[in-house]
T-cell receptor, first 115, second 113 residues
Framework: DTEVTQTPKHLVMGMTNKKSLKCEQHMGHRAMYWYKQKAKKPPELMFVYSYEKLSINESVPSRFSPECPNSSLLNLHLHALQPEDSALYLC??????????????FGSGTQLSVL | SQKIEQNSEALNIQEGKTATLTCNYTNYSPAYLQWYRQDPGRGPVFLLLIRENEKEKRKERLKVTFDTTLKQSLFHITASQPADSATYLCALRPSSNDYKLSFGAGTTVTVRA
């Protein structure tokens, strides 16, 4: 199984809502990532978990809260988002994370719209 | 500051021709450079990785070159097909043991039948 599964595929939320994005992989990878991508822009790294510990937080606002319950699961909790947070949110995984030749396996993403 | 630049936002080519995409970087000393394909509304898919000591890497109709002196990688799609239409992203890490994989903005290739 070489898939990274993200749910939901689409999400519309108001600025006062709380929602969560979910990501799952069963490749035994120990590094998991959240990227944010706006239209016609490159993916931008938000968070990296390595061996279930937060290794990188790219100065992301606190309205985004990541969680890694176990080595297969990654969540992104959303609260009090702004319309400019509307984007494609991509989850990715890699075997260990800090080996330079590792490729990333991406999910299909969650298209988020904040009204 | 560190930059990854892909010089063409869009490339339109006739089926059967070769598409050549460019990735230039500044203030990086990467040991590896990666190329990904992204279709609309989907996540990027890994295509090829080239190491700093490799001049060229091939996979089927794809060829990548890596010139660390010029700080540039070229990505070629030979005998292009309409199914090759997608956005192609180059990516690299600041150093060999860095978690952060950064992407260029991508070049959107459209292959006309």
């Amino acid at each position: 199984d070489t898939e990274v599964t993200q749910t939901p595929k689409h999400l519309v939320m108001g600025m006062t809502n709380k929602k969560s994005l979910k990501c799952e992989q069963h490749m035994g990878h120990r590094a998991m990532y959240w990227y944010k991508q706006k239209a016609k822009k490159p993916p931008e790294l938000m968070f990296v978990y390595s061996y279930e510990k937060l290794s990188i937080n790219e100065s992301v606002p606190s309205r985004f809260s990541p969680e890694c319950p176990n080595s297969s699961l990654l969540n992104l909790h959303l609260h009090a988002l702004q319309p400019e947070d509307s984007a494609l949110y991509l989850c990715a995984s890699s075997p260990r994370g800090r080996t330079g030749d590792e490729k990333l396996f991406f999910g299909s993403g969650t298209q988020l719209s904040v009204l | 500051s560190q930059k990854i630049e892909q010089n063409s936002e869009a490339l339109n080519i006739q089926e059967g021709k070769t598409a050549t995409l460019t990735c230039n970087y500044t203030n990086y000393s990467p040991a590896y450079l990666q190329w990904y394909r992204q279709d609309p509304g989907r996540g990027p898919v890994f295509l090829l990785l080239i190491r700093e000591n490799e001049k060229e890497k091939r996979k089927e109709r794809l060829k990548v070159t890596f010139d660390t002196t010029l700080k540039q990688s070229l990505f070629h799609i030979t005998a292009s097909q309409p199914a090759d239409s997608a956005t192609y992203l180059c990516a690299l890490r600041p150093s060999s043991n860095d978690y952060k994989l950064s992407f260029g903005a991508g070049t959107t290739v459209t292959v006309r039948a």
